[in-house]
């Protein structure tokens, strides 16, 4: 009876140092899991970034560097729009008028020039990623069309008038396409891609190197 009672009393000893011990580094395996998690953010927000643009940001990890910019950072499309314009020359000199009227198919390109740098902080709470704000990163010409075409007696269309036309067509285009809010819906793209992709417990914010956060 003595024997058994000593056993038992062996075993409810060891369950509690068992329990204490357990309880005592729970504050350590809980960091521990939850630094596994951040860093597991961290390799997928890298490889999202090199899907979608070949970039491999700086990223820290509550204030940690966990990876350094690896490549050059210099811009990330993350939208494309077909944009159309028409652009008129209308020219009269002694009586005797000239016209040339154009028309434009040009693809825009929105998206971020990273010049100014790439940075993305995880942190338990929130995932910052901060950038500047979105642009017009360019315009590629698709098709031009010439809708007028009209010479004056001696008012004759040269070279450079025809030049002159073609020049604009690709700053109206630019200008149309950030004036339509290309810009802001690339922004928004951007968020609700790299959400998608990461698919994170806690909030993905995009902070903008000119305002405090974005909405």
Known sequence: MALALALIALILATTVVIIFL?????PARTARQR???LERLGKNLRAAFIDMGHLQPRITINDRVYMEQTTPVSELA???RQIEVEHELLHTWVGSSKRVKLHGTFTAKAGFDLQQGLTIDIRPEEIVVQLPHA???GVEQ???DVLEFENGLWNRISGQDVQSELSVLPQLASKKAADSGLPAEAEQ???RQLEQRIQAPQPLRLVFKDE????
């Open 212 to 215: 405090k956060k974005s909405e």
């Open 189 to 191: 793209t951007l968020q």
């Open 135 to 137: 642009r017009i990163l």
């Open 22 to 26: 357990r309880l005592e580094s729970w």
């Open 78 to 80: 993350v939208l494309s």
């Open 142 to 144: 698709q098709q031009v």
């Open 35 to 37: 630094t596994a998690e």
